[in-house]
């Protein structure tokens, strides 16, 4: 009987299977959301922990911009080219070493607009441009200021090169810019254009021109090689000009012994000779009225 009875108690069980012990949840696992939490988010969590508080000592000692400098670089972004175009004046080495890249230089990390404006103080650039092209180049592209004039805001001052603005490019002077057209006078550099428009509708008497000086900011005086000085109207300038190339062109005029042209009055050249010339001239006038005195007596 109790072997039937325990017979039937194993049929009753057959077909049940137990639970692995594999996926059984354990009973330690808490309940609610954080049952639900992904597993790895723990070892996530701890890397941004330790990553945030190496950022923030970074900050505090200032070296933040200094380690992002060297990995960007280790990356592949450290600058390892500068193409520079443009330049004709300017030396090549001036502008690297106005660009100021350290070694180990990061492109992301380089200031190309402080760059630029660094360049442009250089007195020959009229403008630039600072360019980066990843990963590891700088483009600067420069456009020069061109030589129009030579410059001296009086006549004891040593002259400069000017541009057609008037900005002084510089004060050292080479054999090659000897011949452009000297101007003198406090905005005499600005109004180079002016005079050299004046000068071009009398391309003689142009060649024969030293300097022109600005006076009083109201008219020019013109400088000849030859030492004469002839002195321009405020008005009608070109009138003026183109009188005394015909006059000279049909008298010789400029090749006389005289110091002083005055073209002021519309009406009529006026010249101042030399000392010497005015001296002989005195002399022969003085001789003409003594014989012309005596002639009167005699009569």
């Not at 109790?2 to 996926?23: E, H």
């Not at 321009?232 to 005394?244: I, N």
Request: charged share 30%.
């Amino acid at each position: 009987m109790t072997k039937s009875a325990t017979n039937w108690s194993l049929g009753f069980l057959p077909g049940r299977r137990g639970v692995s012990r594999l996926r059984r949840k354990p009973v330690w696992r808490p309940a609610g959301f954080l049952a639900n939490i992904p597993r790895g988010v723990g070892l996530v969590a701890s890397a941004a922990y330790l990553i945030a508080w190496g950022a923030y000592g970074m900050v505090l000692s200032g070296k933040t911009v200094d380690v992002m400098n060297d990995t960007t670089a280790d990356l592949g972004f450290k600058v390892s080219a500068v193409r520079i175009t443009g330049q004709r004046e300017i030396d090549e080495a001036d502008v690297l070493d106005t660009l100021s890249i350290h070694s180990g230089q990061s492109l992301f990390f380089y200031d190309a607009e402080a760059a630029r404006e660094r360049l442009e103080t250089i007195p020959w650039v009229q403008d630039v441009s600072v360019m980066k092209l990843y990963p590891g180049t700088l483009r600067v592209i420069l456009e020069e200021r061109v030589p129009t004039a030579l410059w001296q805001k009086t006549i004891t001052d040593e002259a400069q090169i000017i541009d057609s603005e008037g900005k002084v490019i510089s004060g050292r002077l080479e054999a090659r810019y000897a011949k452009l057209p000297r101007v003198i006078g406090d905005g005499a550099e600005t109004r180079v254009a002016e005079i050299m428009s004046i000068l071009d509708e009398v391309p003689d008497l142009q060649k024969k021109v030293r300097a022109s000086m600005l006076v009083s900011h109201r008219r020019w005086d013109l400088f000849l090689d030859n030492g004469v000085q002839v002195m321009l109207p405020e008005t009608d300038p070109v009138r003026a000009v183109t009188e005394l190339q015909e006059t000279d062109q049909k008298s010789g005029l400029l090749n006389r012994d005289i110091t002083v042209i005055d073209l002021r009055l519309p009406d009529r050249l006026v010249v101042r000779l030399t000392d010497e010339a005015a001296a002989a001239r005195k002399e022969l006038v003085d001789a003409r009225n003594k014989a012309m005195k005596k002639r009167e007596q005699d009569a």
